[in-house]
């Protein structure tokens, strides 16, 4: 008999039923994102050389003292050609049939760009290019918090056009917002009530909780990082990747938990792709709000959602999610892979 | 410069960035799903004549008098193939793990075959067809409402195989669950919110704004149905179908709001297709719970979502959405299309 799990972080609930369901290995026929031809190539605006293609950057960083010479830029941020808000001023108005509301359309919308090399993924970055993202990650975040009319930073990734993404070189988003989203202020009042209620930090019990589970849905840890399944997978490889130390911030990092994050990202990129080829996904960070530092009761945490099945009526109307993979299985299948791959650095 | 708009009935919030934008007809060509071939007919599990190949039928409409004889049926409801939730015993349980929590997967979860004929759809039905499917919709949540374990019945139609139908044989479902859905819950929320402090419906209060407004959202209307493309539209092409009457259940419709509401669902189909070819769509009908009958606060209403985007990483990790079509827009040149085709029964 399936099972309706609860996300002990959320309102959401998920359907498992594996009864229908697939093997992990099943999924990857129908996944792989296609490698790019020299057209494309030619007109990559976020290519190493294409700077002119692109609209200008608003930070770029460069190995130390390379800057003027024959050298490549590591990371680069620029402003999205279509943003979807700007800057401005901030107004909320009444519509003029008065029942209904709007703010003005005021905020940031980066394009961060991973890397100069376009067949760059988190699969096969060197390490250093994946320390080199994380920090500009953690620039971006620094920036956009001085910001007195942005209430909340969103980063994320779409990769491979069934996730979204209209270019194929490597490149992240930054949203900056100025209302917290719904779905990150279900996680605040959720996590806000178990702190109530006990004292601690709802995602520091569920590390704890998934650290010593059996079965284990652990993929893999280091010194400050947990990578594992969630218990209400709503996809077929659902992931979270989050901090072991109590953490609001992504900016609280220190350089050697951006570095354990780092690898946690090219990890999972490895292990994913080892099972399912290439497949499209979605990456968002969830942090606290700006202006909340040190939350007690919220946690950052990094979600990794592979596109693979497709939200129908059921999920756009309930909010529920039926899943056909447990997302045990889903753990056990990528730590065998991590694991053949890399003897040393495995979870348990 | 865009606008945040916020759903009065939710906590949805919208990024209405038409800057971007793209104008109705231009969605027109990445939209057709595609007509059926004779393998696909032959092999269809849906269609007259092949009841041995579905599950056995749960009930079923024949004309007065008819069954029996050379007749066909009019309407026809099967057990899902691959049901997500099965009858059985419900349990609320605690994980191994403490932590986490389940129910057992108890439930229904049926197919509602719309028409005997594979080529119908809401675009080219017989009223008469599209009463009959209505009709059964009142039938089901009726037989629901009397299963003890169940909280909610949730009917909703998923057509092309962009929106999530894996038979292209015209077919609703219908999933029968022990719990709220989140996203009923929230709509439950904030009209409750919305009552006490108004001490009237929000959804009277949207139609009675939208029937008035300027620049119009409305659609189409007849005696006892509204249509409309609603304020905080998540994606083009988005529409809403809602009694004028109060009504939070909707079994508690007379036989001339069935016809009415049969009438708007066909005239949407047509000015949907009419714009867009036969665009892909979800639809989903949102009614107060089981055993909440006769709710003051509540009114029940049908979304229609066309999948012409995908939402990705911003949509998945925010709850916002970013629509590139203005509501105003979209009802005006649905409601053009109408107007050529039908000079009377026309919303303004």
Redesign the interface.
Known sequence: ??????D?AS???V???T??GKRPSDFKASAAVAKPDQAELDRCPLCFGHEDMAPPAVFEMWPAGGRGRKMTWITRVVENK?????P?ELLSQE????????????GGHEVIVDSPKHTDRLANMPHGQLVALVKTYVQRYRFWRNDKRMAYT?V???YGP????SLSHPHS?L?A???I??????ELDEAKEFYARENECLYC??IA?EL???PSRMVFENDTMAVFAP??SRFPFELRVMPKRHMSAFEEMSDAEIGDCAQALGVMGKSMEKLLSRPPY?????VAPIRTPGLLYYHWHI?I?PRLT?????E?????Y?NTVAPEEVAKALRDGIKRSRPSNVAR
Chains 1, 2 share one sequence.
């Open positions: 008999m399936s099972q309706i799990r609860k002990p309102r959401t609930w359907v498992l039923a009864e229908r279509y943003p979807a808000l700007r401005g519509d003029v049939n008065e029942f209904f509301h709007f703010l003005t359309g005021v969103l994320f990734k779409n069934e996730a979204g993404a988003q949203v917002i100025p209302i989203p719904p779905r990150v202020a279900e019990r569920m909780t010593k589970g059996k218990y209400a979605n990456l968002m960070i969830h979600e959602i497709l939200p129908a009526g059921f756009w109307g309930s909010g529920i039926i």
